[in-house]
Structures are given as structure tokens and as C-alpha cells.
């Protein structure tokens, strides 16, 4: 490949990344723990935009317990997001890996 098609190729790639990344910003994903009783959005920028808890869980002796499930579904929803931004990301880069992209 020479130079020129490889630079033009570069530039492609890095405008579809600045794409993806701004669609990534606007897409959230959702996780639940205890069968519903807490639920966590996140968007696919690696922000929490809500968490949501049934007034069911709430029992004051049982604090630490809604600590964990809200735990538990805010690192599930990180977990979906970084998953998104990557799968999205790869299909940009072919695989290629960019170092501080991700």
C-alpha cells in the first residue's frame, strides 16, 4: 500500500471513530440485580445516567444488602458499556490495536 492510500485510509478510520464515539455517547445500556429490584443505566461512555430502586427492596436493616445489589448492577452496566464501545470500535479499526483508544 503506498503512502497516500494509506494516509487517506488513516483518516477514514479516524473519522469513523470520532462517529462511533459520539453515537456511543448518545446509546445506554441497562442492568438489573435482585430479580428487578435495582436498575442501572449507563450510557456507552462509561457514565451512569440512573439508577433506579424498588420501593420493595428498601428495608432499613437491610441496607447493606441494597449496597451490594446496587453494586452488582452498576458494575454490570460498566461492563455492557465498555463491551459496546469496544465491539463498535473494532468493527472500525479491523482489529487493529490503537493504543489510548480504548
Do not use: H, W, Y
Amino acid at each position: 500500500m503506498n503512502p497516500n492510500q494509506l494516509m487517506k485510509q488513516a483518516m477514514r478510520i479516524q473519522a469513523d471513530m470520532a462517529r462511533i464515539q459520539e453515537s456511543l455517547a448518545q446509546r445506554t445500556v441497562e442492568a438489573v440485580s435482585g430479580g428487578g429490584a435495582v436498575k442501572v443505566t449507563a450510557k456507552c461512555d462509561q457514565s451512569i445516567v440512573a439508577i433506579k430502586i424498588s420501593p420493595d427492596a428498601v428495608n432499613p436493616q437491610d441496607v447493606p444488602f441494597l449496597e451490594d445489589l446496587v453494586l452488582t448492577a452498576v458494575n454490570s452496566a460498566l461492563t455492557q458499556a465498555k463491551e459496546t464501545a469496544t465491539r463498535e470500535m473494532n468493527a472500525v479499526t479491523k482489529g487493529l490495536s490503537i493504543p489510548g483508544l480504548m
